[in-house]
Nanobody, 132 residues
């Protein structure tokens, strides 16, 4: 059973930066040898869950249009079928506040589109609060 756990949340001042980490374990293989979709999502009071960044099944990345200039996602292997996924947010502002979740799909086959409903593995979330 896959397990995801986010870390790195907390408080930040507007204009600063944040780096969130998602530790992934329990998948059948690492991301290099498999076609998982992985993503970062955010929820905040009064807003529906929104996608921030995504790794597609072919390994490429996609960012939500409103986030593209300030957000960078990356990942690396930690060995033994464990790996980390990161979300770097620069020049944060209060609108970046919320709970950030990382999520993953099963291996969907390289090149296949992942629908949000395909994301079956979720972390518990990490809270981010940005003050002005």
């Amino acid at each position: 059973q896959a397990q995801l756990a986010e870390s790195g949340g907390g408080s930040a001042q507007a204009g600063g930066s944040l780096r969130l980490t998602c530790t992934v374990s329990g998948l059948r293989s690492d991301y290099i040898n498999s076609a998982y979709c992985m993503g970062w999502f955010r929820t905040s009071p009064g807003w529906e869950r929104e996608e921030v960044a995504r790794f597609l099944s072919d390994g490429s990345k996609r960012y939500a249009g409103s986030q593209m200039r300030r957000v960078s996602a990356s990942r690396d292997n930690a060995g033994d079928k464990r790996f980390n996924m990161y979300l770097q947010i620069s020049n944060v502002n209060p609108e970046d506040s919320g709970t950030y979740y990382c999520a993953a799909t099963a291996d969907v086959g390289r090149g296949r589109h992942c629908y949000t409903s395909d994301f079956g593995y979720w972390g518990p979330g990490t809270q981010v609060s940005v003050s002005s």
